[in-house]
């Protein structure tokens, strides 16, 4: 005999065929009623038999779109029964819900790329050609639940020929919201200069062939593209932005042409290759197959996949094997989403550019991932992933979370549950700022989050401060390296209190210095700093930062005589004001091993001005990659790690090599197998102290293979249980899930 049931499912189920899947499972069992969309996610009212009803809920569970994340499903009986005679689909009901969730954007199918070029299939070099397995997703909502009505589509009504697939459980694109032709759906249009006349799309080819440098509008953004191989446009594009060492991001037209340009892992090769499609950092392995002004002298490179049907179609028109794929915007401002903006800011370097008439609702960056032995972890967390939640160990209910100044994301709590935003930037800018508010406006309420806590950095002058400060809500501080702390303990899933290795670029101490090589015992609730790294002056502030020979005369003057050190930098002009100034004033001290790096890098002549983010601790990676020493400094392990470890006699040690004339591959190694070293030495006394045997390890300088590769190494087999970040960034990427769970706790 037939029951009656309501079933309430929450998750990423809207989008991503998950109705079509659950008609035909219905049909193809004694299962009658129907299924639709809510506001929550997707509703099924059903009748059948209980037996018939538990193999229908494994398989749902068991079976579902694999790009569907089920986070709840709720089974009620009914007991007034509706006569049903047949499994339908139903309109979407809009009704308010605490649990709404929104599916991320997904590459182009093998299926879709397949008919996007077989000559005789309707959508024949059909740019926006998708299905319920791909697609744009939360670029082109503006409400929920997720149906056409709610996106930029909306305008494109549906030919008679894709509203009958639209409607035909048994096709690919039954109920898939963003399904167009060449007939119906939005057009792409290609602009030259200031040529009157509007070209075939196909001129892109010949235009990208001769080397010429264009914008194609990607699934959240223009992206700014030409022949990776093309040194002139390349030097335009550098020049232009701004950037003249940072390596670029390649997009390279199948895996065959990845394979031959990069050593690529099976791990790396699975997330290359996955559904979000991001951006992965390779190592080279024939770096002449494209312009050496790619990788600017870098042995790792970021490549991509095409993602969307365009990015297809320019490898198609080009011929191409390599393209050189870079985000439309201006140094420390936003991703450009439209055409106004783009001729505006960048009509200049732009040779040409391919806009079409579907509108970008939510700009996003591409998601950046590397592999840390066989772990995938995450760089920039945005295409792909966002908005996905990340389950974390305590409510988070009602709390925003700021994060940082750079690398900016933010974060709204609900239950368990922590929503990161996209990825923002360096605050501090007009328009990046803007981009937050518009970004946490935008989650609030297509996600429906509302809150009544704001969580800040501790820092005094960052922009997330004065943000917090013009919220109307009580607003709270969290000091920088507690958030890494924390945000490695949840997503991990850690309640309990643990050691922390927290090493990155700067964050604001307690005591008023410039942290950034703590070691931590911490949870959520409170932190208790063990040890850290020599604290050093500052030459200048954030000066420092920017030009590392300061730090390393920070560094030389505490052991070289008053009489040698000027030796040791003959061309530096500001060397007899700095000096001065180090003897005579009271400078900020850090205690970073981001300057620590620095420090190094130009004592080995790698970094003479910083023009990115994190250049002095790549360019030491970079040359300890060159080297297999397995050796350590011991005479700096001599040294006791009470409360400070000795990075001051570290640096010692390495500058005796440099004059020694050691190679710098070699002194590079070998620096980073003491710091792993001295940093086991230290956390083993606070095990011996405190017997807490867990250890986080977080902050952006764990981005550093090597450092990360030995500490895992040499901790395990010293006995501790290591924890990495894996679904966030370790960098200030993360900060924002770390901040939540801190003002959960203390609430």
């Known amino acids: 005999m037939a029951s009656h049931y309501n079933i309430q499912i929450t998750g990423i189920v809207q989008g991503v065929g998950f109705r079509p899947f659950v008609y035909r499972l219905a049909c193809t069992r004694e299962i009658y009623g129907t299924v639709g969309n809510n506001s929550a996610g997707v509703i099924i009212d059903c009748s059948c038999s209980p037996a018939c009803l538990d193999g229908f809920v494994g398989d749902l569970r068991q079976k579902a779109p694999p790009a569907a994340a089920i986070a709840s499903l709720l089974i009620t009986p009914v007991s007034v029964p509706t006569n049903f005679s047949a499994f339908t689909i139903t309109s979407s009901k809009k009704r308010k819900s605490s649990s709404v969730y929104v599916a991320p954007d997904l590459a182009l199918c093998s299926n879709c790329q397949a008919e ?24 082109i909502i503006s409400d929920t639940p997720y149906d056409r009505s709610a996106t930029s589509m909306a305008t494109f009504g549906m030919c008679k020929s894709c509203e009958a697939e639209y409607l035909d459980p048994q096709n690919r694109r039954f109920h898939a919201e963003p399904v167009c032709c060449p007939q119906c759906g939005p057009k792409c249009s290609l602009f030259i200069g200031n040529d009157p006349r509007t070209p075939e799309l196909s001129e892109c080819g010949d235009l990208l062939q001769s080397g010429q440098v264009g914008a194609v509008k990607g699934c959240g953004g223009f992206q700014i593209c030409c022949d990776a191989r093309a040194n ?190 996209p990825h923002i930037g360096t ?51 969290v000091q920088h390296h507690h958030a890494h702390h924390a945000s490695c303990m949840a997503e991990n899933g850690l309640n309990e209190p643990c050691l922390g290795i927290i090493l990155d670029g700067s964050g604001y101490g307690d005591d008023g210095t410039i942290w950034g090589g703590e070691i931590l015992l911490a949870d959520f609730a409170g932190y208790q700093r063990l040890a850290h790294f020599d604290p050093v002056s500052m030459l200048g502030g954030e000066k420092a930062v920017q030009y590392p020979v300061r730090m390393a005369l920070s560094y030389l003057a505490s052991f070289v005589s008053a009489e040698a050190l000027p030796a040791h930098f003959t061309d530096w002009r500001e060397f007899n004001d700095m000096y001065s100034f180090w003897q005579n004033s009271s400078h900020l001290l850090t205690s970073s091993c981001g300057r620590l790096f620095d420090a190094l890098a130009a ?59 050691v190679s710098p591959a070699e002194i590079s ?70 901040q939540l769970c801190i003002n959960a706790a203390r609430r």
Not at 125 to 138: A, E, K, L, M, V
Not at 687 to 704: A, I, K, L, M, T
């Open 427 to 477: 605050l501090g800018y007009l328009k990046t700022n803007e981009f937050l508010h518009q970004a946490i406006t935008t989650y609030q309420s297509l996600l429906q989050l509302p809150y009544s806590l704001v969580v800040h950095d501790l820092h005094p002058t960052y922009e997330t401060t004065r943000v917090a400060a013009t919220l109307k809500v009580e607003a709270l501080a």
């Open 603 to 661: 004592l080995l002549g790698c970094v003479q001005e910083v023009t990115f983010e994190g250049q002095g601790a790549i360019m030491v990676e970079w040359l300890a990659e060159r080297s297999s020493c397995p050796d350590v400094y011991n005479e700096v392990l001599e040294v006791g790690v009470a409360q400070v470890i000795a990075t001051r006699h570290l640096i010692q040690v390495a500058y005796v090599d440099i004059g020694r004339q």
């Open 116 to 139: 996007l070029f077989a000559p005789a299939d309707p959508r024949l070099h059909h740019p926006f050609i998708n299905c319920t397995d791909c697609g744009s997703r939360y670029t």
């Open 232 to 421: 002139t446009a390349i030097g335009h594009i550098r020049t232009f932005k701004q950037r003249p060492d940072k390596p670029f991001a390649i997009m390279a037209c199948s895996l065959t042409e990845v394979k031959r340009l990069c050593y690529l892992s099976p791990s790396e090769e699975s997330v290359l290759t996955s559904p979000a499609r991001p951006i992965v950092l390779l190592r080279l392995k024939q770096p002449e197959l494209v312009s050496p002004l790619i990788c600017a002298g870098h042995s790792h490179i970021g490549v991509m996949l095409p993602t969307t049907g365009l990015h297809h179609l320019l490898f198609h028109y080009s011929a191409l094997p390599f393209l050189l794929m870079t985000s439309a915007n201006r140094s420390g401002e936003p991703l450009i989403i439209d055409r106004q903006n783009l001729i505006r800011d960048l009509e200049p370097l732009l040779d040409f550019y391919i806009d079409h008439n579907r509108q970008i609702i939510n700009r996003l960056d591409d998601s950046v991932l590397m592999v840390t032995g066989t772990i995938p972890r995450f760089v920039r967390r945005a295409r792909g992933y966002v908005p996905q939640p990340v389950t974390v160990p305590l409510d988070v209910s009602g709390i925003l979370a700021l994060g940082g100044q750079q690398k900016n994301c933010f974060a709204l709590g609900r239950g368990r549950e922590a929503f990161l935003g």
């Open 669 to 738: 190694r070998k620096f980073l197998n003491t710091l792993a070293a001295l940093l086991l030495k230290s956390a083993e006394l606070a095990r011996q102290n405190y017997g807490v045997n867990r250890v986080v390890f977080s902050g952006g300088v764990f981005q550093n293979r090597i450092l990360t590769e030995g500490c895992q190494r040499i901790f395990t087999g010293a006995g501790f249980e290591c924890f990495l970040q894996r679904k966030v960034p370790c960098n200030d990427g993360g900060l924002a899930l770390g």
